[in-house]
C-alpha cells in the first residue's frame, strides 16, 4: 500500500497526507457549537504557505517543545467554518479548488483573509458574482477585507438585480451601514423610487422584530438612521407620494413641506433652503433616465435554431427592457433574424403603459470602420396587451454570417445586437392615455398656411401621433398638382396615416374616417369627406383624399376655413377603428 501511495504524483501524496493525517504535529479544532471538527495538519507545510501559521509555530529550538501535537490540545478555530478550513488546507496542500463555489466562496475568504493566504484570497473573491450564496453578505466581506475590486463588482451585480434583490430575506439582513451604501447607490436598476421605499421599509420592520420593538413611526425612522436620507423622496410622483409616503407617518412636518415644495417650483430648489431645506437626494437614479442602449450577445450563432434568446434585463425610465431574438421566416422559406424590443413588465400588472420616441435597432460590425445594419421605429406605445416592437425579418440569416459584411465573429461564434431607446418623459410630456379606445380624433394646424402654399409639390406637413386602440396616427397634409390642371394649381391632398412599423408584417387594422377642414366662421360649415372600412396594413398605411381641397378655395378668406390673423387652417380627422391584429404578447420566460 505505501509503495502504491509513493508511485502517486507529489499532489496525490500530498492530498493523501493530508486527508489521512499521518505524522501530524498540529491539530485545529475547527467551528462552532455542534459543528465542531478536529482537523490534524503539518507545521512545516502550513508554516511555509503563511506568515501566521509561521508566527504561530514559532518556538525555542533549544526546547523543542512540541506545542499542539495532540489532538488533546488542538488550536482553537471557533471563527472558521470545518468545511472552509479544510478547503483552505486542500488548498495549501495540493493548490485544488475543485471543492470551491458559489456556497462556500466567502467562508473560505474568510479562512484565507485570517491567515493571510494572498493567492487563496485571489481564487475565492473570483467565482463570478451571479453564483454566491449572498450577494449581499460578499459585498460586507469585501467592504471588510478592503477588496475594492471584488466590492465594486458585488455593488454593480446589485444594482443590475435590484429590483429582485430589495426583495429578497438576505436584504433584510444586512446591517445599517450597508442599507445606506446601497440605497445612496445611482446605478440601482429598479422600475420606480417606490422599490426603494418599500424595501426600506420592510427592512425597518424587520430590525424592529429583532430588537423586539413595535413598527411604529418612530421605530422605522431610527431603524432607517442615516439611511432614510438616502432615498430620494423627491422622485415620487405627487399621488405617490400622498398615497404611499404620508401615511406611514416617518417623515416628520418640516421634511414634508420642503418635497411639497419641491414638486410645486422643481426648477427653483434652493431658493426657500433656508426655511425649509431639503435633505433628500434629488438627482436621478439611472434607471430613470429616458435614454438607453441594450445589449446582447447571440453566442453559438450556428446552433440557433430552435429557441428564443433574451438578453438580461435593463432598465430605462423606471421599465425593464430585453432584446428578443427570434428566427423567423420569409415567404421562400429563408430563415431570418427577428428583433424585438420587449418591455418585461410585472405579469400580474394589468395596467401598466409605456411610450418609446424612438427605438434604433442594430447589429453592431465587428470592425470599427464599418457600418451597422440599421432600423428604426418611432412612436410606440407598449403595455400589458402589446409588451413588444420590432423587426420580423431584420436580416436574412446568409447576410448576418456572409464573411464580407463583418457581422458574425466566425472564431466565437457569435454576433452582437443592439438596441438604442428614447423614452418619452411621463412626467414631463402629455399622453393620449387612453390609447385602448376604439375612436379618436385627429387634429392639426397648419401654420404659416401661405408659406406652405408657396412650397414645392409634394412639400408635407405631418400632425402629432395620436394613439387609437393601441395604434398610431397621425394627418399627413401634401401639396399636389390639381388633376388636369394646365396652369399648375396647387391643391393640398389629406390622408389618414398609420405610423406602425412597414416592417413588421403582422399587424393590420380596417377602419372608418372623417376627414374635415375646420371652419372658423360661426355658422358655416366643415368641408366633410369620409370613407369606411379600409384596410390599413404594413403594405399600404394611408388612404385619404388626392385635391382635397385647392389653396384658392382654402386660403379665400370667404370661405371660412381660414384664419387670416393667425395665418393657418385646422384639419380634423375622427377615426374609428373595427378590427385590429398585432403581435401578440409576448412572455419571457426568464
Same mark, same amino acid.
Given at each position: ?445 397648419? $401654420?404659416?398656411?401661405?408659406?406652405? #402654399?408657396? !412650397? /414645392?409639390?409634394?412639400? =408635407?406637413? %405631418?400632425?402629432? +401621433? ?99 390673423? $393667425?395665418?393657418?387652417?385646422?384639419? #380634423?380627422? !375622427? /377615426?374609428?377603428?373595427? =378590427?385590429? %391584429?398585432?403581435? +401578440? ?6
Amino acid at each position: 500500500m505505501e509503495m502504491l501511495i509513493m508511485s502517486k504524483p507529489l499532489a496525490e501524496r500530498m492530498k493523501h497526507l493530508l486527508s489521512m493525517g499521518e505524522d501530524a504535529d498540529v491539530y485545529f479544532l475547527v467551528g462552532d457549537g455542534d459543528e465542531k471538527e478536529l482537523v490534524p495538519a503539518h507545521k512545516l507545510i502550513l508554516k511555509h504557505s503563511s506568515d501566521v501559521f509561521a508566527a504561530m509555530f514559532r518556538f525555542d529550538a533549544k526546547k523543542e517543545k512540541a506545542e499542539f501535537a495532540s489532538a488533546d490540545c488542538p488550536v482553537e478555530v471557533p471563527d472558521v467554518e470545518a468545511a472552509a478550513f479544510k478547503m483552505m488546507l486542500s488548498f495549501i496542500y495540493t493548490d485544488d479548488l475543485s471543492g470551491l463555489n458559489g456556497n462556500n466562496a466567502m467562508a473560505v475568504l474568510y479562512a484565507a483573509k485570517k491567515y493571510n493566504i494572498p493567492s487563496l484570497i485571489g481564487s475565492s473573491s473570483q467565482i463570478p458574482i451571479s453564483e454566491l450564496l449572498n450577494v449581499f453578505f460578499a459585498f460586507a466581506q469585501a467592504r471588510l477585507f478592503d477588496l475594492e475590486n471584488f466590492a465594486n463588482c458585488c455593488l454593480a451585480y446589485i444594482g443590475k438585480n435590484a429590483d429582485d434583490l430589495l426583495k429578497s430575506d438576505e436584504f433584510l439582513q444586512i446591517d445599517q451601514k450597508l442599507l445606506c451604501e446601497i440605497l445612496e447607490c445611482d446605478e440601482l436598476q429598479i422600475s420606480g423610487e417606490i422599490s426603494i421605499w418599500n424595501a426600506a421599509l420592510l427592512w425597518a420592520d424587520e430590525k424592529c422584530h429583532e430588537n423586539g420593538i413595535v413598527c411604529s413611526a418612530e421605530n422605522r425612522r431610527q431603524m432607517l438612521g442615516p439611511a432614510l436620507f438616502k432615498i430620494r423622496f423627491p422622485l415620487f410622483s405627487q399621488k405617490e407620494f400622498l398615497e404611499k409616503i404620508i401615511p406611514f407617518g416617518i417623515l416628520s412636518k418640516d421634511e414634508l413641506i420642503a418635497v411639497y415644495q419641491f414638486h410645486a417650483l422643481p426648477n427653483c430648489h434652493g431658493i426657500s433652503d433656508g426655511l425649509f431645506p431639503m435633505q433628500f437626494p434629488i438627482n436621478g437614479r439611472i434607471s430613470d433616465r429616458t435614454n438607453g442602449t441594450l445589449l446582447m450577445d447571440i453566442e453559438k450563432v450556428s446552433e440557433f435554431a430552435r429557441e428564443d434568446r433574451y438578453s438580461e434585463k435593463v432598465y430605462i425610465n423606471g421599465h425593464p427592457w430585453r432584446i428578443l431574438a427570434e428566427i423567423e421566416k420569409k415567404n421562400d422559406n429563408e430563415k431570418c433574424l427577428g428583433i424585438y424590443l420587449l418591455c418585461d413588465a410585472p405579469e400580474e400588472d394589468f395596467n401598466w403603459r409605456c411610450y418609446v420616441r424612438s427605438a434604433t435597432f442594430r447589429i453592431v460590425s465587428q470592425n470599427n470602420g464599418a457600418e451597422n445594419s440599421i432600423g428604426t421605429i418611432y412612436d410606440l406605445v407598449f403595455d400589458s396587451k402589446l409588451n413588444n416592437w420590432g423587426f420580423g425579418n431584420f436580416i436574412s440569416f446568409a447576410e448576418l454570417m456572409c464573411p464580407s459584411k463583418e457581422f458574425y465573429i466566425r472564431e466565437e461564434d457569435k454576433v452582437t445586437l443592439a438596441i438604442d431607446v428614447t423614452m418619452k418623459d411621463e412626467k414631463t410630456e402629455k399622453f393620449i392615455l387612453d390609447q385602448s379606445k376604439s375612436r379618436g380624433i385627429l387634429f392639426m394646424e397648419i $401654420e404659416k398656411v401661405t408659406e406652405f #402654399a408657396r !412650397e /414645392v409639390i409634394g412639400s =408635407e406637413r %405631418k400632425s402629432e +401621433t395620436v394613439y387609437i386602440n393601441g395604434f398610431p396616427w397621425k394627418i399627413w397634409a401634401e401639396i399636389e398638382k390639381k388633376d388636369g390642371s394646365i396652369d399648375n394649381e396647387k391643391c393640398l391632398d389629406i390622408y389618414l396615416l398609420c405610423n406602425a412599423p412597414k416592417e413588421d408584417a403582422k399587424w393590420s387594422c380596417k377602419c372608418s374616417a372623417t376627414f374635415r377642414i375646420v371652419s372658423q366662421k360661426k355658422g358655416m360649415p366643415d368641408i366633410r369627406r369620409e370613407f369606411d372600412d379600409k384596410i390599413f396594413d404594413n403594405k399600404k398605411n394611408h388612404s385619404g383624399y388626392a385635391n382635397f381641397i385647392s389653396f384658392a378655395e382654402l386660403i379665400n378668406p370667404s370661405k371660412g376655413f381660414y384664419n387670416q390673423s $393667425e395665418d393657418k387652417v385646422t384639419l #380634423a380627422i !375622427e /377615426v374609428t377603428v373595427k =378590427e385590429a %391584429k398585432r403581435r +401578440t404578447k409576448h412572455k419571457c420566460p426568464i
